[in-house]
Every structure is written in C-alpha cells, then in structure tokens.
C-alpha cells in the first residue's frame, strides 16, 4: 500500500471513520483535524496486506505540537475510499519514538 492514496483520500473526503475509531480520538482527546494532519506528513510503519475487507497499514504521524499518533487506515482500491479503522497516541513502553515496536 502506497500512503499517497490515503493521503489522496483524506485530502478529497474520501474518508469512512469507523465507531471504533470515534471512540479511540475521543479517549485520547484527539480531533480529527489533528488526525488528518498527522496522516499527510506520516509514514506507513507496519503493513497488513491480509487484513479484510481491504487491506490496512499502520500509519505514524505527528500532532500539532510533534507528539507521535498512530492511525491504522484500510484503503478500497476500486472506490478510492479511504477507512480510519483506529487512532491512538502509542505506548512509550511499547514503542520507540512512536515508530518501532520495542522487544517483548
């Protein structure tokens, strides 16, 4: 999956946001314009090609203020759609400057 299309989506309103998702931005007091702004500067960090109905990836970014959120997005290839699937601002002690998972 190529970022450019998600951010393609974004930038378009091609976008589905998922009630789960909802949830997780409200949780972790996250708007949404905040969201998408981390999505156009972010950059795929783990792909899942198996998820379905679409395949999804692993998006890190920044907020306004340069702390690290992570979107999860699934992207429809024959619509050109776009669905936030997730978003939360990640673990220091699971990950490393939000981009690497550290060792278990």
């Not at 789960?20 to 972010?42: C, P, R």
């Not at 792909?47 to 959120?69: A, M, N, Q, T």
Request: hydrophobic share 35%; charged share 30%; proline share 6%.
């Amino acid at each position: 999956m190529h970022i450019d299309k998600i951010i393609n989506a974004v930038r378009h309103n091609q976008i589905r946001i998922t009630a789960h998702a909802y949830k997780e931005a409200k949780a972790d007091n996250l708007s949404f314009d905040e969201i998408f702004f981390s999505v156009l500067q972010g950059e795929i960090i783990e792909e899942y090609p198996k998820d379905r109905p679409f395949p999804s990836c692993l998006i890190c970014g920044k907020s306004f203020v340069g702390e690290p959120i992570h979107t999860v997005w699934a992207y429809n290839e024959e619509n050109g759609w776009a669905v936030l699937v997730t978003v939360y601002r990640p673990d220091p002690k699971r990950w490393i400057e939000g981009k690497k998972r550290r060792e278990r």
